[in-house]
Each structure stands twice: as C-alpha cells, then as structure tokens.
C-alpha cells in the first residue's frame, strides 16, 4: 500500500513560481519512478513530468518543458515540482502518481489556479 500526499498549490499570478511537494509512505519509494499529472477543470487528467528511480533521467510534457522541473530526495520520500513562468492554462488540480505493477496510485491533489 502506498500513500501520497500533496502539498504546495495555491493562487499565483502569471509568471509567477510554485514548488509542489508530494510525500510518499512506505519503504520503497526510493526504488519506483514517480509522476505529476494535472487536471483541469472539464478536462481529463494529462502528464505533467516523470522522474526515474534515481532521479537521474527526466521527461517533460512539451506544454510545461523549459518551465517546470521535476525532482526527488529519497532520503525524504519527496517527489517535488518547481514551477516557473507559470500561465492561466496551468491552473488545475495537481497530482502525483507512481505504479506497483497494474495498480495505479494518486495523492487527494493540490489546485493550483494562475491568474491573468
């Protein structure tokens, strides 16, 4: 069983910074990839970024490439997202995810809403 938690979302102006934390339960966080998604409202939930067990390799959606950069400690069991040159099309409900085998775990989210 694992358990995500959330953490960092809140109002922003255009061109502003977040930085998301994600804690993560359990004794082998440190051996999985980890993942953000977001979900904005009356669409479907879309990748964000992926990290590897490491953290040495890294992969972007093309929307958020540049801007955001993923990252982990795993002495913490921390996944991170540090958000910069945040838009209005980034509001939405933020989440993070890993895998063990077929099943699929999410964190409760964090909205982060960028105003115009």
């Known amino acids: 069983q694992v358990q995500l938690v959330e953490s960092g979302g809140g109002l922003v102006q255009a061109g502003g910074s977040l930085r998301l934390s994600c804690a993560a339960s359990g004794r082998t966080f440190s051996i999985y990839a980890m993942a953000w998604f977001r979900q904005a409202p009356g669409k479907e939930r879309e990748f964000v970024a992926t990290?590897?067990?490491?953290?040495?390799?890294?992969y972007y959606a093309d929307s958020v490439k540049g801007r955001f950069t993923i990252s982990r400690d795993n002495a913490k069991n921390t996944l991170y997202l540090q958000m910069n040159s945040l838009k209005p099309e980034d509001t939405g409900v933020y989440y993070c995810?890993?895998?063990?085998?077929?099943?699929?775990?999410w964190g409760q989210g964090t909205q982060v809403t960028v105003s115009s």
């Open positions: 990290i590897n067990w490491s953290g040495g390799s890294t």
């Open positions: 995810n890993t895998d063990r085998g077929s099943v699929r775990y």
